[in-house]
T-cell receptor
Framework: AQKITQTQPGMFVQEKEAVTLDCTYD???????LFWYKQPSSGEMIFLIY??????QNATEGRYSLNFQKARKSANLVISASQLGDSAMYFC??????????????FGKGTKLSVKP | EADIYQTPRYLVIGTGKKITLECSQT?????MYWYQQDPGMELHLIHY???????EKGDLSSESTVSRIRTEHFPLTLESARPSHTSQYLC????????????FGPGTRLLVL
């Protein structure tokens, strides 16, 4: 069974509008971490935002916020005021537990976001 | 923000050649990783290391090997390249902290003819 599910292979958004990228996860661990990465066409993976399973507040980093709904096991990324430079692949990832092999990330299949001028 | 470097960025090579993909980081991170990613697809972990002299295989079986003789250096070697090895290879590193965020290098795009 997939541990990280991103159901939107591709998304379009108009410049300056907000967009939500969906991510659901599956784990029986109580301690886990959720990450979002951006991958432009150049190929590098850029860390955007992190949410720990015990964090009570939703994480925010500039124009990025993470809508964390623990009971639903969802960790959606919200990008406000989209810019043309936001066009990229976006990957959701989960770390189950801490330390050792539990520190490794499991990635979703990604969502390709295209921002229209 | 981590400084992590990969060379070469692009490599075109013939079948049967031995290749080494270089990865170095200047953050002093103990943990390092290699991922394989086909275009537009998810990342698959092929190797990781907890520190010097530690190497482990990841979730995706790979014919490559790795070594970790120095903290900052984690090269990946293919003894005999094949067209099926054509892919992007991404190196990452992280600290042993609560968050353990992985920071990635720019990647190496490998094409085996």
């Amino acid at each position: 069974a997939q541990k990280i599910t991103q159901t939107q292979p591709g998304m379009f958004v108009q410049e300056k509008e907000a967009v939500t990228l969906d991510c659901t996860y599956d784990t029986s661990d109580q301690s886990y971490g959720l990450f979002w990465y951006k991958q432009p066409s150049s190929g590098e993976m850029i860390f955007l935002i992190y949410q720990g399973s015990y964090d009570e507040q939703n994480a925010t980093e500039g124009r990025y916020s993470l809508n964390f709904q623990k009971a639903r096991k969802s960790a959606n990324l919200v990008i406000s005021a989209s810019q043309l430079g936001d066009s990229a692949m976006y990957f959701c990832a989960m770390r189950e537990g801490y330390g050792g092999s539990q520190g490794n990330l499991i990635f979703g299949k990604g969502t390709k976001l295209s921002v229209k001028p | 923000e981590a400084d992590i470097y990969q060379t070469p960025r692009y490599l075109v090579i013939g079948t049967g050649k031995k290749i080494t993909l270089e990865c170095s980081q200047t953050m002093g991170h103990d943990k390092m990783y290699w991922y394989q990613q086909d275009p537009g697809m998810e990342l698959h972990l092929i190797h990781y290391s907890y520190g010097v002299n530690s190497t482990e295989k990841g979730d995706l079986s790979s014919e490559s090997t790795v070594s970790r003789i120095r903290t900052e250096h984690f090269p990946l070697t293919l003894e005999s390249a094949r067209p099926s090895h054509t892919s992007q290879y991404l190196c990452a590193s992280s600290e042993f902290t609560y968050q353990e965020t992985q920071y990635f290098g720019p990647g190496t795009r490998l094409l085996v003819l």
